[in-house]
């Protein structure tokens, strides 16, 4: 069996190991084809953790928030028409621990905002058709301010229903709207922290799992175009690189919205805050540069005009640098198992070959050579990049 094939084999084989940690740690519905109907997502939500889970749990949650908000002010506090206590509690019931505080604070705020203002228009304008309009416009105007955030909104709407029900103009009645507000998120708060406060570390292991494969994808592509003496249309090569940059991208966004979710959650050293399988990831999303210039460094070459010096390297250099790009998508795959080690010895053999040949094959040519550096370049980042991990 020639190297190329056994690194084949051996990528195959990270591959199944991938797999077989993602099913061990987060079931096999992350990494088999789900049963698509309203039942087979309930009993995977039943039967084992991830998103389903996850948005079953969190839905609970707003339920019981909004339910317990609801009887706190009709039954012991005897507000009269408490509507915004549970409307309050489901919304602060959010994505994460941090956002559910952060959304408190932003709630009261604008409600407060909104009371307040129509209390003013209530005061000042007799006609309630006037004063409502009023209200909107100045109220959707000031909750675009900043600090508001997403709840900015609730000043417009806070101040339209008040002037819409009649209620501007009593203060205790005004006041009934503060106070059911603040209880209402104060209890979607504390039901999202302190039960089941959702974490996302099945994002990260299937984020890591999807862009290793991806990036590992690509780089097999591209060493199989450097092989040949005509590379042709590389079409589809930068269609593949297109979808690989889309992968970082959510990728970035599973890594910040896990880093997110552990903030001031008192779950957070469980292994489901997918802890250990950041540091991969991140190291996946850091290739990303290097890799995009290396196909730069193809298309550049392999297409060469007069108005560049860039020459298409011979066969034999390119078939070395095809060896190293192959066996570092080997070692791209080999990253999405968390803490297993990564063997670059290959790789680090076949760059000081390539090195070596561009400061004593004189007989290749300056644009070779010129052409041969570009490309080694981007494959020396990568390197880098691993070793460093």
Known sequence: MT??????????????????DLAATFGPADTERHD????????????????ERRILVQTAKATLAATAA?????????????????????????????????????????????????????????????????????GLLAGNWRRFGDSGVWVGVTGMLLISYGTARDPALLGD???????????GVA?????FPPLYGERLATATDRL??????????????VRRDDPGDLDDLVTQAQDTRSQVVVAEEAV????????????????????????????????????????????????????????????DARDALADLVHLLAGAVQAVA?????????????????????????????????????TMTLPARLLLEKLENR
């Open 3 to 20: 190297q190329p094939d056994r690194n084949r084999v051996s990528r195959l084989k990270v591959g199944e190991d991938v797999r077989r």
């Open 36 to 51: 698509r109907t309203p039942v087979g997502w309930f009993a995977r939500a039943l039967r084992v953790p991830g998103r």
């Open 70 to 138: 609801w009887l706190l002010a009709t039954l012991v506090l005897k507000l009269p028409q408490p509507f915004l206590a549970p409307y309050a509690a489901i919304f602060l019931v959010e994505a994460t621990v941090y956002r559910s505080l952060r959304g408190w604070i932003q709630q009261v705020g604008s409600v407060a905002t909104g009371v307040l203002l129509a209390a003013v228009a209530g005061q000042l304008i007799p006609s309630q058709a006037v004063a409502l309009a009023v209200v909107v416009f100045v």
């Open 177 to 187: 709207r503060l106070l059911e507000t603040a209880i209402g998120a104060a209890i």
């Open 191 to 195: 039901v999202n922290t302190l039960i």
């Open 212 to 225: 290793a494969t991806a990036l590992a994808g690509l780089l097999e592509s591209l060493s199989d175009l």
């Open 256 to 315: 910040g919205l896990t880093r997110e979710g552990r903030m001031l959650n008192l779950r957070r050293g469980r292994p489901e805050s997918g802890a250990h399988h950041e540091r991969p990831l991140r190291t996946l999303i850091a290739l990303w540069p290097a890799v995009a210039q290396l196909i730069s460094a193809v298309r550049t070459t392999a297409a060469r005009r007069e108005q560049h010096p860039f020459e298409y390297p011979w066969r």
């Open 337 to 373: 198992v968390a803490g297993e080690p990564v063997d670059l010895d290959g790789c680090r053999a076949l760059l000081e070959k390539l090195e070596e040949r561009l400061v004593t094959a004189d007989e290749d040519g300056v644009p070779a050579r010129l052409g041969l550096s």
